[in-house]
């Protein structure tokens, strides 16, 4: 998240979006308390170095100057050109890093063994890479060793939200105890910049004697090239080996091919073949140990690498305050405990109605577990077994529970989503999956925008959504369709401002769930519509607008056009920023018009 300080002479009164009490401007995103006003950054890596002076001005607690704020709303936008995009999907990071991997000699003599936790892996219940770590430091005399690396730039970078950032540590903290408790240190490190990731993360290979390193893969673009570093330093060493795991997710990204033998690309048949495949090899939703002890004498060989301090969050990564903080930890309690005990509640309850109630937020229907699959705090394989547990051993299909069916179905819709990121590389870079979406011409309303942020764009069942992401760090899945549509059909805002925002406030930004959600397409929600049919009684509107509790019957999914003027002007509730069908018209022309200037320049393939 970008902040920007405000001068405090300007304010005029209004509730914030975060903490909703204190005064702020208009033209502005946060209140007085937090100082700030979020302007949208990257959310992933172009090719290019981000332009970072108003960034630095914040920091020094200096106000940018306004074209240095236009420009870093540009870089909002910014990505590889289409050619470069292409040159990346040809020689995918992925393929680069498994043969880079493959050609390592890796029959050194074991000495200390390294697991290297990722921000997806936050777990050490059924983690592939760390009990891989622990088997191979049990053939030596060494110990075993964790690290975490800690960068707090690629927090900004990502625009990693508060309470994702907030969501990493915590769980790390309770880690850090349940390895002690273990005889296993688990060390944090910490990279000041971007580039010095590798650099930082092998100094300390370096230093401790390490003969094997283990990790489990992150699929982005950012994370693979930074292995990619990883591998050719450790390649550099006498007597050091680099080995990945697939652990994110049941069946790993790229294995499992169709008929013809190719990959899938459409999620249905990916869905028919991922149900069969987990039929045929019960054994992939196997789950694997903790990690075995370190020998006591651990604790005094290794003693500095014991209680190694957690960092604290940087500035513009902390909450408002220690109340909002606490609460959004009470939404979403840290640690693979608090996720199992979550996971077991939804399998013995609301599971059953799950594919009656799925699509109505107002009914909370779903497991609210997507901050612990994000963060890997707890693992799909544990879920799915879990999942099939509850569904008394029978397939995911008409032969076995359909609300339990259709939760599982949404797993593999997580899957498949990883699967895209490894196969579409240019997805995690800042362009659109179908790369003729890129030349849709977006408008600068930035009105519009800050409505949309604030949840005030007087469309209700649209508000409703961003207030709940705005207050819960978290919204439904239904909500979160709508949103996005709104944003980048009817308000035509660029969607990449609507994704960046969602990565800055969701507890579970995940960006291959993320981007594939935010993926531009001719779909056009109507949120009056999705209301009536997914809110039917108006109570998720009510919950989170307010203006609107007292308002009776139908008129509350549409109150402009079905109140009484004055019966509306009471409410202190805005008037819909634009009139559905005309922008819809106006949306559907404008990706029309983009297609066709897209197929000047980009091949179907
Ligand atoms: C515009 C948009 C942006 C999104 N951004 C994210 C994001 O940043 N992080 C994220 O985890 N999900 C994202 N999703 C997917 C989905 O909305 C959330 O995963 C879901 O709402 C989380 O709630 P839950 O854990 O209660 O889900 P449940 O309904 O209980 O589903 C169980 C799990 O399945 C996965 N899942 C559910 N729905 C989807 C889906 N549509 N696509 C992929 N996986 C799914 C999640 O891991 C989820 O925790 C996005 C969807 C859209 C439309």
């Not at 405990?337 to 009914?363: E, H, W």
């Not at 059909?489 to 990449?496: E, F, G, K, V």
Request: include cysteine.
């Amino acid at each position: 998240m970008f902040h920007l300080r405000v001068a405090q002479s300007s304010l005029r009164s209004q509730s914030c979006l975060s903490c909703r009490s204190i005064a702020y401007k208009p033209s502005v995103f946060r209140c007085n308390f937090h100082q700030t006003i979020t302007m949208p950054k990257r959310q992933r890596e172009p090719d290019t170095a981000p332009d970072d002076a108003p960034l630095a001005k914040t920091q020094r607690n200096e106000k940018p100057d306004e074209s240095e704020v236009v420009k870093h709303q540009e870089n909002v936008l910014r990505h590889p050109s289409i050619q470069r995009a292409k040159e990346i999907d040809a020689h995918p990071p992925m393929t680069e890093l498994d043969e880079l991997v493959k050609r390592q000699k890796a029959d050194q003599p074991v000495r200390n063994v390294l697991h290297w936790f990722r921000s997806k892996d936050l777990r050490i219940e059924d983690n592939k890479g760390l009990h891989a770590a622990s088997q191979k430091a049990k053939e030596g005399k060494g110990v075993l060793i964790t690290a975490y690396l800690w960068s707090p730039r690629d927090l900004e970078w990502h625009g990693t939200s508060p309470a994702r950032s907030d969501f990493i540590l915590e769980n790390l903290r309770i880690m850090q105890k349940q390895l002690k408790g273990k005889n296993i240190p688990m060390v944090i490190l910490t990279a000041p910049d971007r580039r010095d990731k590798s650099v930082v993360f092998m100094d300390f290979v370096k230093k401790n004697d390490i003969s094997h390193i283990y990790g489990n893969l992150e699929y982005e673009v950012d994370e693979l090239r930074r292995d990619i570093d990883v591998v050719k330093l450790a390649q550099k060493e006498q007597g050091l080996s680099f080995h990945v795991f697939h652990d994110q997710a049941i069946v790993a990204p790229g294995t499992m091919t169709n008929k013809g033998g190719g990959l899938h690309k459409v999620f249905t048949p990916y869905h028919g073949a991922w149900l069969d495949l987990i039929g045929k090899k019960p054994e992939l939703l196997d789950v694997v140990d903790a990690p075995a002890p370190n020998d006591e004498t651990a604790m005094n060989n290794y003693k500095h690498l014991f209680d190694s301090p957690l960092p604290e969050l940087p500035p513009n990564k902390q909450f408002a305050s220690t109340e909002e903080r606490d609460r959004i930890r009470g939404l979403f309690p840290p640690g693979h405990q608090a996720g199992i005990d979550r996971l077991n509640k939804f399998l013995t309850t609301k599971v059953f109605n799950y594919a009656r109630d799925r699509s109505f937020p107002g009914k909370d229907p779903s497991s609210r577990l997507s901050a612990y699959f994000s963060a890997g705090v707890i693992s799909p394989r544990e879920a799915v077994a879990a999942a099939k547990k509850a569904n008394k051993g029978k397939a995911f299909g008409a032969a076995g529970d359909a609300g339990i069916a259709s939760w599982v179905r949404e797993i593999v819709f997580r899957e498949y989503y990883r699967q895209i990121t490894v196969i579409v590389p240019h997805n995690a870079m800042n362009l659109p999956h179908n790369l003729k979406f890129h030349f849709v011409k977006f408008e600068e309303d930035y009105e519009a925008e800050r409505k949309w942020y604030e949840g005030k764009t007087g469309v209700p069942f649209v508000d409703a959504g961003m207030r709940q992401l705005n207050t819960e760090a978290y919204m439904h899945n239904r909500a979160r369709m709508n949103v996005s549509s709104y944003l980048r059909m009817n308000l035509l805002i660029d969607y990449r401002k609507g994704e960046r925002y969602f990565a800055e406030h969701l507890i579970d930004w995940d960006m291959s769930n993320n981007t594939e959600g935010w993926e531009p397409s001719f779909t056009v929600f109507n949120p009056v519509v999705q209301a009536e049919k997914c809110d039917h009684d108006g109570d998720y509107i009510r919950q989170w607008v307010p203006e609107l509790r007292n308002v009776k019957g139908k008129a509350i999914f549409a109150p402009w056009e079905r109140l009484s003027k004055a019966e509306f002007d009471k409410l202190g509730y805005p008037r819909p920023h634009v009139d559905f069908r005309e922008s819809k018209e106006r949306a559907l022309a404008r990706y029309k018009q983009g297609m066709a200037d897209a197929n000047a320049h980009v091949d179907d393939d």
